[in-house]
Each structure stands twice: as C-alpha cells, then as structure tokens.
C-alpha cells in the first residue's frame, strides 16, 4: 500500500481532516494525497507558500521566526503546519520549507535541506532531511518523509 493510501486510510477512520502547507515541494503532498479516490472526505486543502509574503499572510508565521531562524527551520514548518490547520479549518496539518536546489544553499543550510512538520490537533513533530540528491530528488524525499512523519503521528 501506497504511503498516501495510508495516510488516507488512518484519517478516514479517525474521522479526520487534513491540509498541507507546502514551500519546496510545491503541492507534491497535495498531489499524492488527491490521487487517492475518495480523499475528498478528508483532504480540505493546502496552501503552497513560496515566498515568505504567503507563509505571513496566508500561513500566519511571524516575521520575527523568519527573520530569527529564516525560512527552512523548525520553527517556520512549525508555525506553517499550525497556519494550515487555522487558515484551512482541519485536525491535522504537514508543512514543508528546505533548499531544493541547485542553488540556494548556504553552509548553515547547504542544498538538500528541508524541514517537514506533521501535526495531529496540538501535537506536533518534526525532522530535518539533510543531503543533496538533485533538485527532484530532493523534493520527491521531502514528499516521502512528509507523508512518513504524518503516518506516524496518526497511529
């Protein structure tokens, strides 16, 4: 079974909604999730917040966490993933922000870098993905572990 089947499934049994807030995948998560028949009953929406303007305005993250951890930290996805539950009304909420590439990386935070947040209600959790594995490559991993991070938080 296909990871976005899982998710699915474990919502639907929950009676669950969910939304994503994604940066550097770009409504992949989203994508997945609605190629799922039936997602409808539990796929309300997602928000693909590019630049920082969006993630303020439509996501709620503060200018003080951009500009104190920048875009791609704990502490945006955080804020991003509990925007998507606000600005989308659901129960639960992924969100993503990294440096996808091939440009754009600092030593701080060097290309293939992303930080993925899932939240179930007010619980919350997060990872960093470290490691370049090319532009696709890195955004079809951020994908993965994503819906991985939210598999976990459901069950």
Not at 21 to 26: L, P, V, Y
Not at 83 to 97: I, N, Q, R
Request: charged share 25%.
């Amino acid at each position: 079974m296909k990871l976005e089947e899982k998710v699915g499934e474990l919502l639907k049994a929950k009676k669950l909604s969910l939304s994503t807030a994604e940066s550097c995948t770009g409504g992949g998560i989203a994508a997945l999730i609605t190629s799922v028949p039936g997602s409808s009953e539990y796929f309300n929406g997602s928000i693909v917040a590019y630049s920082n303007e969006i993630k303020m305005s439509l996501l709620h993250v503060s200018a003080e966490t951009l500009e104190k951890h920048g875009a791609v930290s704990r502490e945006t996805v955080t804020e991003m993933v509990k925007g998507a539950m606000k600005t989308l009304k659901t129960d639960c909420a992924v969100a993503t922000s990294g440096i996808a590439g091939p440009g754009g990386g600092t030593p701080e935070k060097p290309v293939g870098t992303v930080w993925i947040a899932a939240a179930y209600k007010n619980e919350i959790v997060s990872m960093k993905q470290e490691g370049d594995e090319g532009r696709k490559g890195n955004v079809e991993k951020a994908i993965q572990n994503a819906l991985l991070l939210l598999c976990e938080k459901l069950k």
